[in-house]
């Protein structure tokens, strides 16, 4: 990788943390047929609240997704990767873009660890990635399999009048579905049992923690 990318990967990892992100697709609203329904500013306190933890459950989601994707691209030497995770990196953004404007909308604010969840997703990226490409791969379709299971999960547990939220997480879930897919299609190793339950463990204690902190 030559410095001019290193710069720019390093730019993108910092505003990923700070929480200065582009993004290049609009945020999904809801349907037209769903504008007389209650908006954001109609829902309860204890509504608010727990969309709000569950959007910051998914911005930092979206963080480790950009520190894995910056090391599988770093550990690669495939061209053809590099690009691939650099695709699935840009609509990566656009999610972390959507949910932190969600965040400011609902008066909340992101996890006070994301430098923690940066730098653990970076390591855990570049140890995959020296494992060979179809063990990348095979990462990268796994991880994106239980996000898709883990927005499925939120989309049943917002609240019915939180729209916004709901269309976000529902066009996050698709473009996960579309990395994994791309991943196992482009050659990805089917991963060990207990490592698909290390990372669900793993998961599992990101996400609790970042509901409150």
């Known amino acids: 990788m030559t410095l001019d990318e290193l710069i720019t990967e390093f730019d993108r990892g910092l505003r990923s943390i700070v929480g200065v992100s ?17 908006a954001a ?18 911005h930092v989601g979206e963080i480790c997704a950009q520190a894995l994707y910056q090391a599988q691209k770093l550990a690669t030497r495939s061209p053809a990767l590099k690009e691939a ?10 999610h972390l873009a959507w949910t932190a404007a969600r965040l400011r909308e609902l ?42 299971r883990h927005l499925e999960g939120h989309l049943t547990t917002l609240p019915d009048a939180d729209l ?11 473009d ?9 299609e482009a050659g990805g190793a089917e991963l060990p049992a207990p490592v698909k339950a290390l990372m669900r463990a793993a998961s599992k204690v990101m996400t609790q923690t970042a509901y409150y902190v």
Request: proline share 7%; with cysteine; hydrophobic share 40%.
């Open 107 to 148: 008066d909340s604010r992101p996890s006070l660890l994301n430098p923690l969840w940066y730098t653990g997703a970076l390591a855990i990226g570049f140890a995959a990635g020296c494992l060979g490409d179809k063990a990348s791969l095979g990462f990268m379709a796994e991880t994106e399999r239980q996000v898709e």
């Open 41 to 58: 500013a109609e829902l309860t306190l204890p509504e608010r609240a727990h969309s709000a933890a569950l959007m910051r459950v998914n």
């Open 164 to 174: 916004q939220s709901r269309a976000i997480v529902a066009q996050m879930r698709d």
């Open 85 to 94: 995770f650099e695709h699935a990196a840009s609509e990566e953004e656009d």
């Open 176 to 184: 996960e579905r579309s990395h994994g897919q791309s991943a196992t």
């Open 22 to 38: 582009r993004m290049n697709r609009p945020i999904p609203t809801p349907e037209p047929l769903d504008t007389a329904a209650p």
